[in-house]
Nanobody, 125 residues
Framework: VQLQASGGGLAQAGGSLRLSCAAS????????MGWFRQAPGKERDFVAG????????TYGDSVKGRFTISRDNAKNTVYLQMNSLKPEDTAVYYC???????????????????WGQGTQVTVSS
C-alpha cells in the first residue's frame, strides 16, 4: 500500500486545515488508516485512526474534540479535519495504514505497517 498525504500548510491559531491521504496499491484488502505527527525533537505520536468500515475511530488525547478523522473507501482516501488549531499542533503529519479488518484501532506506532511521506502543518499564534 502506498500513501500520499496532502493538505498541509500554514494556519493561524483557531483556524482549520484538512489533510487528505490517498491510498494506492493493495487497496482491495481491509486497511485501517490513521494519522501520526512528529514535531522537531519529539517522537512520532498518534493523532487519530479509523477502522476499515469507518465505524470505529480513536483519537489522541491532545486532539479530542478538535480533530475529526473520516474516510471514503470509494476513493481510497482518509481525511483529517483539524479545527481550533493551536501552535502546539505544528508538526509533520504522517498518514499511516495497517492491514486489519478489526474495529479496534490501536495507537501504538508498532502496529502500523505502511507510512506516507508526511505533510507539514504550521500553526502561528
Amino acid at each position: 500500500v502506498q500513501l500520499q498525504a496532502s493538505g498541509g500548510g500554514l494556519a493561524q491559531a483557531g483556524g482549520s486545515l484538512r489533510l487528505s491521504c490517498a491510498a494506492s496499491g493493495r487497496t482491495g484488502m481491509s486497511v485501517m488508516m490513521g494519522w501520526f505527527r512528529q514535531a522537531p525533537g519529539k517522537e512520532r505520536d498518534f493523532v487519530a485512526g479509523i477502522s476499515f468500515t469507518g465505524g470505529s475511530t480513536t483519537y489522541g488525547d491532545s486532539v479530542k474534540g478538535r480533530f475529526t478523522i473520516s474516510r471514503d473507501n470509494a476513493k481510497n482516501t482518509v481525511y483529517l479535519q483539524m479545527n481550533s488549531l493551536k501552535p502546539e499542533d505544528t508538526a509533520v503529519y504522517y498518514c499511516a495504514a495497517r492491514s486489519s479488518s478489526s474495529h479496534l484501532v490501536l495507537a501504538g506506532r508498532k502496529y502500523w505497517n505502511y507510512w506516507g511521506q508526511g505533510t507539514q502543518v504550521t500553526v502561528s499564534s
